[in-house]
């Protein structure tokens, strides 16, 4: 079955630079990796889906970036802000395509100091 | 839109109880799921369906049962309630089997 590692430890950030977060899977290739983010109490939220195809996604803030060679997502917020502090996980489509669900990394709690 | 919505928000449940989880989504999808989040842990699947009357089970099913008559309702039922079914339940749903959208969540314990 996939594995996902993620940094379980909090990640602390000062305020205006630039959070990076790290996903690495092994076994089979995904052919897209998603980053969701999770506040307290709340169910994920949808930020950013990448395909095994691409190399880097942006969105505003967020860039992802893909390495199926290194098995390797990166997930960048620039120009953080207090109100980035939350959990942030990875998720990978199963050898189903992802019609039979997601596999969750368990997730990097990132913190902005302000 | 509403998106996803689960019913109840929180319940505690006595060992041996029966309880339903109620899971709805007014976006058509044709994909739902349902996860259990334990502290510290990733979501893990216990059942999804790709569609109404269509139930598969996931990584963590025992203790579960799941049915899906319409597309826009999926309820989890949870027979003989364990401790070890405390947890944070997340009801999901998808259009094209691949972003997920998620409710608010459902806290359960069970003393």
């Known amino acids: 079955s996939q594995k996902i590692e993620q940094n379980s430890e909090a990640l602390n950030i000062q305020e205006g630079k630039t959070a990076t977060l790290t996903c690495n899977y092994t076994n089979y290739s995904p052919a897209y990796l998603q980053w969701y983010r999770q506040d307290p109490g709340r169910g994920p939220v949808f930020l950013l889906l990448i395909r095994e195809n691409e190399k880097e996604k942006r969105k505003e803030r967020l860039k992802v970036t893909f390495d199926t060679t290194l098995k390797q997502s990166l997930f960048h917020i620039t120009a953080s802000q207090p109100a980035d502090s939350a959990t942030y996980l990875c998720?990978?489509?199963?050898?189903?395509?992802?019609?039979?669900?997601?596999?969750f990394g368990k997730g990097t709690h990132l913190i902005i100091q302000p | 839109n509403a998106g996803v919505t689960q019913t109840p928000k929180f319940r505690i449940l006595k060992i041996g109880q029966s309880m339903t989880l109620q899971c709805t989504q007014d976006?058509?999808?044709?994909?739902m799921y349902w996860y259990r989040q334990d502290p510290g842990m990733g979501l893990k699947l216990i059942y999804y369906?790709?569609?109404?009357?269509?139930?598969d089970k996931g990584e963590v099913p025992n203790g579960y049962n799941v049915s899906r008559s319409t597309t826009e309702d999926f309820p989890l039922r949870l027979e003989l309630a364990a401790p070890s079914q405390t947890s944070v339940y997340f009801c999901?749903?998808?259009?094209?089997?691949?972003?997920?959208?998620f409710g608010p969540g459902t806290r359960l314990t069970v003393l």
């Open positions: 369906s790709v569609g109404a009357g269509i139930t």
């Open positions: 976006m058509n999808h044709n994909y």
């Open positions: 998720a990978l489509d199963t050898a189903g395509g992802g019609a039979d669900g997601l596999t």
């Open positions: 999901a749903s998808s259009y094209a089997a691949d972003t997920q959208y």
